[in-house]
């Protein structure tokens, strides 16, 4: 369960400061697949960038599991990434120089890296149907490929949240399609709560609910 | 074409290659010249050698002037060094108390000069005698019969051939060429001064060795000689010498057994003594060389940090990708530093080559142009594995702390503001 009460976000840049997010109350039920949609600048970044702790709410107060993400230092927050949060990004950003392989095994890497890592990591580039491309170079790979390490890396800890921020943005509308396919079937599979920031309809149309944000509020 | 991370990567290992590189050449020729300093002093005055000369300070003007003996070296000099405990063996050095010239014939070539006429007793001198090396006595400095053996200071030879012949095309002259040859000595008769010479007759000597220990200004033959010469030409007895060389058990007790010698009013001088003296003098070259090698080291240093500083500035998205996956800051910066580390030791090494290679050329160079002077040691650069491996410490120890700042500022970049 991930649960925000009052949280508003305040980026403060020398004497200006903007307020990205405003009040927002928000509860989310574990294995839910959620579309944040709105548009650019409405705050969609910021909400799963707090949800997913790489950054901190100005007010109020997020609980994930139970866990008040507030109270945390930054090596407990690394901790909560690493074991609790997938992340998919619109850019991949993936290890140019390194395999499939080896780019989907970095998160374990923080955590105890054990033999087993290797067996998983194998099995997850498997179920995003890159069997063939295991020990390929990231940057030999398409763009729908190198999503697909993306979503396999964000898997690779066991999390319980995978947030996507744009996972289509970069890819043409058929690509997008299949990613989006997949990213359903894992969420199934892996039991995992699933949030997506997109401007995609399709991608809207396939959640099980949308939040709208407009403004740094919810609509 | 290489790329902006290859190009870091080069630049800081450059970096450190080039400061361990400077270190180990200034280092090694810090300590070679200290060493090649060291081994000079030691031919001339060995470990267990101890020379005295009489204390001018006690003596002084008047004393002289007045013919005193105080402080003048004579039997009674011996008989009190001899009863400290440690002595070995005592060798007055007498000398000829009148003018004498010595003629020479070599490669073809003439050469008179006036000289001083040094005597000494066989075992001072057996060691520096080829024919007397390996025989318990030296038969041939012994035996007072023409030609009469005589020892040449190496100096000597070093100062015709590089001051003298060199310059003005003459032959450049060697021991071996040397030794055996014969000399002509006019004791009592100054090339120089004809007129103030009396009656001279010629002896002849041969040339049996050369030594840097004996006295510098003249040549050295048999005590018994000059003590000859002396009775035949001048009034003056042998009786008091010039410098007494005192021979010690073993190096331990030279510094001990001289200040004993001092304590007696004698002026001392030695091994460890002078090595004091020119370690002082080295102490400013050691300055002036660890103050240049610290400004390369600082320049190193500054590359270090700012190409490290620049490569973070390229790897932001890398970083904030890492702790988005759940890297810790410690993580990070074990990141950088682990590639300080590599860097380090892979500049180091490289580092640690490229001086060898500097110091062997260096070393060849300058040898060959100390080959026209006085001062020709075999080495004036000491490479030792100790030296080798502090340089490559100390280079990877300077990259890592070198790469520290930027590594703790890398480790706390906020993931979300190295993903924007």
Not at chain 1, 103 to 119: A, G, Q, R, T
Not at chain 1, 158 to 171: C, V
């Amino acid at each position: 369960m991930i649960r925000l009460t009052d949280v508003s976000k305040k980026f403060v840049s020398g004497k200006s400061a903007n307020l990205a997010l405003i009040d927002i109350n928000l509860e989310i039920k574990e294995g839910e697949f959620i579309a944040v949609v709105g548009p650019s600048g409405s705050g969609k970044s910021t909400l799963l960038h707090l949800i997913g702790g790489l950054d901190t709410p100005s007010k109020g107060t997020i609980t994930v599991n139970n866990k008040n993400l507030n109270l945390l230092n930054d090596n407990d927050l690394s901790k909560y990434r690493n074991e609790n949060v997938g992340f998919v990004f619109q850019e991949f950003y993936l290890e140019s120089s390194l395999s499939a392989l080896r780019n989907v095994l970095i998160p374990s890497l923080f955590n105890h890296p054990s033999e087993n890592d290797k067996i998983r990591a194998t099995k997850l580039l498997k179920e995003v149907e890159l069997s063939e491309k295991i020990n390929s170079l990231v940057n030999e790979l398409s763009g729908g490929q190198k999503q697909r390490v993306a979503i396999a890396r964000a898997l690779m800890n066991n999390p319980t949240i995978i947030i996507a921020d744009e996972p289509t943005g970069n890819l043409d509308s058929k690509t997008g399609e299949k990613i989006l396919k997949l990213l359903k079937k894992l969420h199934k599979e892996h039991h995992v709560t699933l949030l997506i920031a997109t401007h995609d309809e399709t991608i809207a149309k396939a959640a099980d609910k949308i939040i709208k944000i407009e403004d740094g509020h919810l609509c | 074409m290489l790329n902006d991370k290859k190009f870091r990567q080069i630049l800081s290992g450059s970096a450190i290659t080039i400061a361990v590189a400077s270190l180990l050449t200034f280092l090694s020729l810090s300590s070679g010249i200290k060493n090649a300093t060291f081994s000079e002093l030691e031919k001339e005055s060995p470990l267990t050698q101890i020379t005295v000369r009489p204390n001018m300070e006690n003596t002084g003007v008047l004393s002289l002037l007045a013919q005193s003996s105080k402080g003048k070296l004579s039997q009674k000099t011996i008989d009190q060094i001899s009863k400290i405990a440690g002595v070995k063996n005592i060798y007055p050095e007498i000398t000829f108390n009148s003018f004498a010239s010595l003629e020479a014939k070599v490669l073809g070539f003439e050469f008179v000069t006036d000289t001083m006429i040094f005597g000494i007793e066989e075992g001072f001198v057996k060691n520096t005698i080829p024919e007397c090396k390996d025989t318990e006595k030296c038969l041939i400095w012994e035996n007072l019969t023409e030609p009469y053996p005589s020892i040449i200071p190496k100096k000597l030879l070093d100062i015709y051939n590089f001051a003298i012949a060199a310059p003005q095309g003459l032959p450049l002259l060697s021991e071996d060429q040397l030794i055996g040859k014969e000399l002509k000595l006019y004791p009592n008769y100054s090339t120089f001064f004809p007129a103030m010479g009396g009656k001279s007759k010629e002896i002849t000597l041969k040339v049996v060795g050369f030594s840097d220990n004996v006295n510098l200004i003249g040549i050295t033959v048999p005590y018994a000689l000059v003590e000859k010469l002396n009775q035949e030409y001048t009034t003056e007895p042998s009786s008091k010498f010039l410098e007494i060389f005192v021979e010690t058990e073993n190096a331990d007790q030279t510094e001990e057994v001289a200040k004993k010698i001092e304590t007696l009013e004698y002026s001392t001088s030695y091994y460890q003594k002078n090595l004091k003296d020119v370690e002082a003098k080295l102490t400013y070259l050691s300055i002036a060389i660890g103050v240049i090698s610290g400004i390369i080291v600082l320049l190193a240093a500054i590359a270090i940090i700012s190409t490290f500083l620049a490569s973070i500035e390229e790897k932001k998205k890398q970083i904030g990708l890492y702790r988005a996956l759940g890297a810790k800051k410690s993580h990070i910066r074990k990141i950088f530093l682990l590639e300080a580390g590599i860097t380090g030791i892979i500049g180091s090494i490289s580092g640690s080559i490229l001086g060898i290679i500097a110091s062997l050329v260096l070393n060849k160079i300058i040898i060959g142009k100390l080959e026209t002077t006085t001062f020709h040691p075999e080495n004036l650069f000491l490479i030792t594995p100790e030296l080798i491996g502090i340089c490559i410490g100390f280079g990877i120890i300077l990259t890592l702390l070198s790469a520290y700042l930027p590594a703790s500022k890398a480790a706390n970049t906020s993931p979300i503001e190295a993903l924007r």
